[in-house]
């Protein structure tokens, strides 16, 4: 028997508790032992649910009962998650998790904590929800030296700019709608600010190109610089605009990561993920380029990736799942200035001062362009020199073109 309990009996650990039940027999059957749902641990009473006999409001039982194996924690957060986490793997417990607040921040200490007290740390559904990403990238592409990923890492914000482009809708109720679905964090400005996409690229550089990356290493941008205006201009060039998160290998060992929005062109296929669908690009020396799609956030499908984390443990309680992820340092992540790449420009000036200032650019139209405003498309190059140019005028807006 393999015993299991969950914290926090929200969205994902509600929806964990319903797969375990629901899927209840093939899953013993996968891991060839009966794996059983033990206790929940909320703050809040659920006394209608079919799970009522196993709430406890004490840590302490989990922690003191020899017989249970494996804790999921789907509280969220860096504060309570990190103390029942530090104690269910200092007692011996695998923990497996959704949190991604937890892992980009304590992820490399957690990991370490695992090993030595041999038990394991997954967190297979903090990024991309139910789509297989981290097992694949360090299993199946383990010959690769990997060379970048790129990713749509953020289900609520995607879903929000696809409701807003398609249906019409304004940016509150998009937001209204993805918080009804329980795709959004409990503070939704972590999503539209950038900062959870900013979390899952952390944790993706780490596994990709093995050493902690820090959030706050990280420069992030959200979506609340994105103007319907700059959505027509994209569309007239074939472009959709979407919030990426980026982790390129640098000589020496070193990252370059970041989350902002880029005009996608039409070619790419992350321009047709839509909804509250994530889908992470991955360039490998071996294999070259490799895709991976899926609904990013939800209940059940987030869950699902909880639970496979749950039955690979459930398998061999005892394997070093060692995955390579080593400690991070400051010097670690280097600046985006370096990056070259096409710039979408929306600014306050006439046709003839943006070619005297930008040289070479297409320029783009959209019906309704007030006089006065120019958008065109520039050749590549850096930050520092494309913020050097527009110098004194009054940008609306400056997005990458992603090659
Ligand atoms: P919810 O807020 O729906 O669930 C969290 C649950 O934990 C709530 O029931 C909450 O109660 C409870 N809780 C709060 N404090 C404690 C405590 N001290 N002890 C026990 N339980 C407590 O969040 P989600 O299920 O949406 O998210 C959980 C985690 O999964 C987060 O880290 C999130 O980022 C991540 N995640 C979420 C996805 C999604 O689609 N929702 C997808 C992928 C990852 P109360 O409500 O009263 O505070
Ligand atoms: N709030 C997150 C999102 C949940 O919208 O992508 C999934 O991690």
């Known amino acids: 028997m393999v015993n299991v309990a969950i914290l926090g009996f929200g969205t994902v650990g509600s929806g964990v508790a319903e797969v375990l039940t629901t899927n209840g027999g093939l899953i013993d059957h996968r891991v060839d032992d009966l ?11 659920f006394p209608d649910s079919p799970y009522k006999d196993l709430f406890v409001k004490d840590f302490a039982v989990l922690e003191n009962d020899p017989e249970l194996d494996i804790v999921v924690e789907t509280i ?6 990190l103390d029942f986490t530090t104690r269910a793997l200092k007692a011996g417990k695998s923990v497996v998790t959704s949190n991604k607040e937890l892992v980009a921040t304590h992820g490399y200490e957690l990991l370490q904590l695992a090993r030595e007290h041999g038990c394991s740390y997954l967190f297979e559904a903090s990024v991309g929800g139910g789509i297989p990403i981290l097992r694949p990238l360090t299993s199946c592409l383990a010959a690769n030296e990997l060379e970048q990923v790129t990713g749509i890492l953020n289900g609520t914000t995607n ?15 998009a937001l209204a709608e993805a918080q009804a679905n329980g795709y959004a964090e409990k503070d939704p400005t972590a999503d539209v600010d950038g900062h959870d996409a900013c979390r899952k690229i952390c944790i993706l550089a780490a596994l990709a190109f093995g050493r902690h990356v820090y959030p706050d290493q990280v420069p992030t941008q959200g979506i609340r610089g994105v103007a319907l205006e700059d959505v027509a201009y994209a569309d007239s060039v074939g472009c959709k605009i979407k919030l990426l998160g980026r982790a390129i290998r640098q000589p020496e060992g070193k990252v370059c990561a970041f989350v902002a929005p880029h005009l996608v062109p039409g070619e790419n296929p992350l321009s047709g993920v839509e909804d509250v ?61 370096g990056l070259r790449s096409a710039w979408y420009v929306r600014v306050q000036a006439s046709v003839e001062q943006a070619r005297s200032r930008c040289g070479d650019i297409q320029l783009l139209a959209r019906s309704g362009a007030p006089a006065g405003e120019a958008a065109f498309l520039t050749a590549p190059m850096t930050e520092p020199e494309i913020r050097e140019k527009l110098a004194g005028l009054d940008a609306g807006s400056l997005f990458r073109v992603l090659a």
């Open 35 to 45: 794996v059983r749902l033990k206790y929940i641990v909320d703050v809040r009473d």
């Open 76 to 81: 969220g957060g860096a504060t309570i998650a």
């Open 159 to 173: 879903y929000i700019l696809t409701r807003m482009i398609k249906a019409g809708l304004t940016f509150d109720q």
């Open 277 to 337: 669908f994530n889908a992470i690009a991955v360039t490998g020396n071996a294999i070259g380029d490799v895709m991976f799609y899926g609904r990013g956030a939800g209940k059940l499908p987030t869950a699902s990736a909880v639970v496979a984390d749950v039955i690979d443990i459930a398998k061999d309680l005892k394997r070093d799942r060692h995955n390579g992820w080593e400690e991070g340092a400051p010097d670690l992540v280097v600046s985006t200035d």
